[in-house]
C-alpha cells in the first residue's frame, strides 16, 4: 500500500514537471490537473484501505546518511491521507474548468501538483528529516500558488506574511522535534515514542508543537496569514489550503502531542480547551464583519479549526483522567469534523471561484440576484452555508453536535482548570455556532438573493460543467455524511482505537442507522428519519400550496423596509447586515468605531458613515515584532560592508559558539 501511495506522488512531481514545461500549451491544464485527479484518487483509495490494516514501515536511503528516509503508513496518517487527497481530488476536478480562466497559468501549474506531493508527504514521514524536509516544501509550494497574482499589491502582502509565518511554524516545529530527539539524535519517530521525556521537555516540546502547527492550522493568535492568504490564491488553491493543509497542520499536533509525547498532563488540555474556544468564537466574529466573499470563508476556517481543538482538549482531558470512553467520543467528534470541514469549506471555496468567474469580484457589496442566473451554483452553495451553520441533517451538526455530547458528557473532572473550560468551551460552542448561522445567512442571502448591485452581478451565467460537478460531488457528500453518520464514526473506530487503544461502539449495527455515542438513554441521532421528515413536510406543503392555493396570477411591488424604492442600494448589504453584532462584540474585542458625519439644515452636501475596525492580535503581537525586526535589519545590513578579516573572526566565533552549545548540551 506504501508502495502505492509513492508511485501516486512520483506521478504528482511528475505532474508538476509537465506543468513547468507546458505551461502555455492548451493541453497543460489537462495534463496536469489530469493526473493530480487521478494520483490524488489512488492515494485516497490507499489511504481509506490503510485504516483497517496493520501499519507499514519503510526505510529508502535517501535524506540524512545515517538513518534515511522513515515512512510509516497507519491508520491516522491512513485517515488523513484519505481527507487530504479526496479534497486534492475535488480541487483538480474544479481546475480542469476554473484554470481556463487562470491568467499566468505558468505560476501555478508547476506548483499545484508539488504542493499535494509535499502534504503526502509529511503524512507518510515517520522521521524528523524527511517530515520537516516535506513541511517546508508544502510552504513553499503553497506560498508560490498564493504569489500567483503577484501584480497586486494586496497579494504581495499576504506572501510576505505567509512566508514568515511558514518559518515560525517550520522552526517551531524544528525545535519540538529536536527536544524530543534528544542529545543522543533520535530523529526516527519510532525512537522518540520509545524515549518517553521527562515532563519539563514534553511540556515545552508541547507548545513548540502547538505553535508550530496551530501556526499552520490558523489557531488565534498566530492566525494573522491566513485571512491574508486564502483569498489572495487562485480559488482551487485556496480550497487546498483553508480546506486541506490546515488539516495537516492538525494531523502535525496530533502525530506529535497524542503519539510522540504520550499521554498528556491536564494542564496542556486547559491550554488547547482555551486556545480553541476563543479560536472558534474570534473567528466567526470576524468572518462576520467581512465583506469580502473568500476572506469571509478564510475567517470560518479560523472558527472550524478552533472548534477541532476543542475536540482535541477534550480528548487530551479525558485521557489524563483515565476516562477512555469519553476520550474516544471527543477525539472521534474533532477527526469527523476535520473530515466535514474539509468537504464543506471545500465546496464554499468552489462556490466562491464560481461567482468570481462569472462576476469578476468577491465583494458581496457588489453582487444580489446571482440565484436568477446561476441557479445550481446557488443550490450547491446553499448546502454548503447550511452544513457549515450546522443545521440538520447535514454533516456539519453531528460533529458538533458529538463535540457538545463529550462536553456534557463529564464536565465534572477533579482538576480546577478543566471544572472552568469545559463548561465554558461548552457556551463558546454554542455561541461560535449561534453566529456562524448569522454568518452565512449573510453570505447567501447578501450574494444570491435580492437584486443585482452591479452590472456584472446582473450579465452574471453559469459556470462550467467540470467546476459544477465538484461542488455537486461535495454537496453529496455534506447530504450523505450527515444522513448516515455512522459509517464515518465507525470508520474512525480503527484511528482513534489506534491513538487511544479505545474507540467507540460499532454504529452501523444500531437499529434505523442511529448515532448513539453514549447511552441512548441519554442521546441519540437519526439523520435518515430527519431527512424524511424534511422531505415529507416539504412535499406536503408544496402540495397543499398547489391544492389549495388560488391559481390566479397575482404581482406585489417587493416590500423594501417601509420604502418603495426599486433601486438596489436600498437593500440590505453584507455590512449592514453585520451592524448590531458589530456594535454588540467588535466594539469591545476589535476597538471598532462609528463616525456620522450630518451636513448641516440646508446644505446638500451627502452623509457620511465612516467605520473602523482594528484587529488588536495583530496591533499588540505582530505590529511590534515587525518595527523590531526592521530595525534589527537595517542595524545588520552594516555586516554587508565589512572587511575579509571581520569576516573571518565572525565565522570563527560562530563555530567557536556552536562547539560549545553542542558541549554543553551534551
Known amino acids: 500500500m506504501i508502495a502505492l501511495v509513492l508511485a501516486a506522488l512520483l506521478v504528482l512531481l511528475a505532474a508538476g514537471l509537465a506543468g513547468a514545461v507546458r505551461a502555455w500549451a492548451p493541453d497543460g491544464r489537462a495534463i496536469v490537473y489530469g493526473a493530480s485527479l487521478g494520483a490524488c484518487a489512488v492515494t485516497a483509495v490507499a489511504g481509506l484501505a490503510a485504516i483497517g490494516a496493520a501499519p507499514q514501515d519503510l526505510v529508502l536511503p535517501l535524506g540524512l546518511p545515517w538513518i534515511g528516509t522513515h515512512l510509516r503508513l497507519d491508520a ?23 484554470g481556463r480562466h487562470e491568467h499566468a497559468p505558468q505560476r501555478v501549474l508547476p506548483f499545484y501538483p508539488v504542493f499535494l506531493a509535499a502534504m503526502n508527504l509529511v503524512l507518510l514521514a515517520a522521521d524528523a528529516f524527511s517530515f520537516l524536509f516535506a513541511w517546508e516544501v508544502m510552504s513553499l509550494a503553497s506560498w508560490a500558488l498564493v504569489v500567483a497574482h503577484h501584480r497586486e499589491p494586496e497579494t504581495l502582502r499576504a506572501g510576505q506574511v505567509y512566508l514568515l509565518m511558514a518559518s515560525f511554524s517550520g522552526l517551531a516545529l524544528l525545535f519540538a522535534l529536536g527536544l524530543l530527539a534528544g542529545p543522543g539524535g533520535g530523529y526516527a519517530f519510532a525512537a522518540m515514542r520509545a524515549a518517553m521525556p521527562g515532563a519539563g521537555v514534553a511540556a515545552l516540546a508541547l507548545i513548540l508543537a502547538l505553535l508550530g502547527a496551530g501556526a499552520k492550522a490558523g489557531l488565534v493568535p498566530v492566525h494573522a496569514w491566513l485571512p491574508l492568504a486564502h483569498p489572495a490564491a487562485p480559488s482551487h488553491v485556496s480550497a487546498l489550503m483553508s480546506g486541506v ?55 470560518s476556517t479560523v472558527e472550524n479549526v478552533g472548534i477541532v481543538f476543542i475536540g482535541l482538549g477534550l480528548a487530551m482531558a479525558f485521557r489524563a483522567s483515565g476516562l477512555g470512553e469519553a476520550a474516544a467520543l471527543a477525539l472521534t467528534a474533532a477527526l469527523f469534523h476535520v473530515f466535514n470541514h474539509a468537504v464543506f469549506k471545500s465546496l464554499l471555496f468552489y462556490g466562491a471561484g464560481a461567482v468570481l468567474t462569472a462576476t469578476g469580484t468577491r465583494d458581496m457589496e457588489q453582487l444580489g440576484g446571482l440565484i436568477h442566473r446561476m441557479k445550481r451554483t446557488s443550490v450547491l452553495v446553499l448546502i454548503g452555508c447550511a452544513a457549515i451553520a450546522a443545521l440538520p441533517p447535514l454533516n456539519g451538526f453531528v460533529s458538533e453536535w458529538l463535540t457538545l455530547q463529550a462536553i456534557v458528557l463529564r464536565p465534572d473532572l477533579p482538576q480546577w482548570g478543566l471544572k472552568v473550560m469545559i463548561p465554558t468551551d461548552g457556551a463558546l460552542l454554542a455561541l461560535a455556532t449561534a453566529l456562524a448561522g448569522a454568518c452565512f445567512v449573510k453570505l447567501f442571502g447578501v450574494t444570491f438573493l435580492g437584486r443585482p448591485r452591479s452590472e456584472a452581478a446582473a450579465a452574471a451565467v453559469e459556470v462550467d460543467p467540470f467546476m459544477r460537478a465538484a461542488m455537486t460531488a461535495f454537496a453529496g457528500l455534506c447530504l450523505l455524511v450527515g444522513v448516515l453518520p455512522g459509517a464515518l464514526a465507525d470508520l474512525l473506530g480503527p484511528v482513534v482505537q489506534g491513538v487511544l487503544g479505545v474507540r467507540l461502539p460499532a454504529q452501523l449495527a444500531l437499529p434505523w442507522l442511529s448515532l448513539i455515542p453514549v447511552a441512548a438513554a441519554r442521546s441519540s441521532y437519526n439523520g435518515l428519519l430527519i431527512f424524511a421528515f424534511i422531505v415529507a413536510s416539504t412535499w406536503l406543503a408544496i402540495l397543499a400550496v398547489h391544492r389549495l392555493a388560488s391559481h390566479a396570477a397575482r404581482q406585489a411591488p417587493a416590500w423594501d423596509c417601509g420604502f418603495p424604492d426599486a433601486r438596489p442600494a436600498t437593500q440590505y448589504t453584507g455590512t449592514s447586515f453585520a451592524q448590531p453584532l458589530r456594535r454588540v462584540f467588535a466594539s469591545t474585542l476589535f476597538a471598532a468605531r462609528e463616525t456620522v458625519t450630518l451636513p448641516p439644515p440646508g446644505e446638500v452636501a451627502p452623509a457620511r458613515i465612516v467605520r473602523e475596525m482594528r484587529d488588536p492580535v495583530w496591533d499588540t503581537l505582530y505590529a511590534p515584532v515587525a518595527r523590531f525586526v526592521l530595525a534589527a535589519a537595517d542595524r545588520m545590513n552594516r555586516l554587508q560592508f565589512l572587511t575579509i578579516r571581520r569576516y573571518l573572526t565572525l565565522v570563527f566565533l560562530a563555530l567557536v559558539a556552536l562547539l560549545l552549545a553542542l558541549a554543553l548540551w551534551r
Do not use: C, E, H
Request: proline content about 3%; hydrophobic content about 60%; overall charge positive.
Open 76 to 98: 491516522l496518517s491512513g485517515f488523513f491521507l484519505f481527507v487530504v487527497n479526496l479534497g486534492g481530488a475535488g480541487a483538480s476536478l474544479y481546475a480542469l474548468g476554473y
Open 245 to 299: 493543509m490546515t488539516k495537516v497542520a492538525i494531523y502535525a499536533f496530533l502525530r506529535i502531542g497524542f503519539d510522540l509525547l504520550g499521554p498528556p498532563a491536564w494542564w496542556s488540555a486547559v491550554v488547547v480547551l482555551a486556545l480553541g474556544g476563543g479560536t472558534a468564537v474570534l473567528g466567526i466574529l470576524y468572518a462576520l464583519m467581512q465583506t469580502d466573499l473568500k476572506r469571509l470563508l478564510a475567517y
